[in-house]
């Protein structure tokens, strides 16, 4: 069975695939025995052709839910979007949706994290508290939809540290590790982040579908 994700973005596909892979729900036998399938992994960079998806919604829930349904209807394939962002609270959320274009086009994450911290220039410490917000739809082949969401809060630093990652990780301080997002592993960043956090809600939900689809094609 294969499954989009509707994103260009390698750094969530890698993240995204990492964390199907970790889960089992991709491999025959894991999960108890629950999912007797496999996934096969497709992201919008196998799909050229397609139009560049317009994120015009107002929330992440709605931006999610459009790039869902826009790469859904063309290719029919079950689907997996996220719209994910930083919300800081001395800025009153922002950069919120615009996260990925904070610093204007064309996106790019060096000049997003130094809008950051200018804005930042003068906050203190104690005040630079800030979450990363994800949220997760999902299109199953016959259409149905489901929409999670999933937060890790941290603050944010005076300057960078760490070399993983990507967007705002190397400034996202996670308190309780005593280290930025980029200075995880992978498999500690898919244990602590917003986008694991939503996935690993999602997963009853895709073992499910998984299991009605492997059941409907053994017939």
């Known amino acids: 069975m294969k499954i989009l994700l509707a994103t260009k973005n390698k750094g969530k596909v890698k993240e995204l695939a990492e964390l199907i892979a970790q889960s089992g729900i991709s491999s025959p036998g894991l999960q108890s025995g629950k999912v007797k399938t496999s996934l096969s992994i497709l992201s919008l960079n ?65 000049r997003n994290i130094q809008k950051l911290l200018a804005d930042l220039q003068d906050v203190p410490e104690e005040a630079r508290t800030a979450r990363f917000r994800c949220s997760l739809a999902i299109i199953t082949p016959d259409g149905q939809e489901h929409l999670i969401e999933g937060t890790v809060e941290g603050r944010i630093l005076k300057e960078k ?48 579908v998984l299991t009605r689809q492997n059941n409907e094609e053994a017939l």
């Not at 790469?71 to 962002?85: E, N, P, V």
């Open 46 to 110: 196998d799909f050229p052709e397609l139009p560049e998806i317009e994120e015009n919604g107002q929330t992440f829930a709605e931006n999610a839910l459009i790039k869902a349904r826009i790469a859904f209807a063309q290719t029919k394939l079950m689907t997996l979007a996220d719209d994910s962002g930083l919300e800081v609270d001395v800025l009153n959320g922002a950069p919120g949706i615009y996260s990925a274009r904070y610093a204007g086009e064309p996106k790019d994450d060096e």
């Open 161 to 208: 540290k760490g070399q993983c990652g990507f967007g705002y990780d190397p400034v996202f301080y996670l308190p309780e590790l005593g280290k930025t997002m980029a200075e995880l592993e992978m498999e500690e960043k898919n244990a602590k982040s917003h986008r694991a956090r939503a996935f690993r809600q999602a997963i009853p939900f895709l073992e499910k």
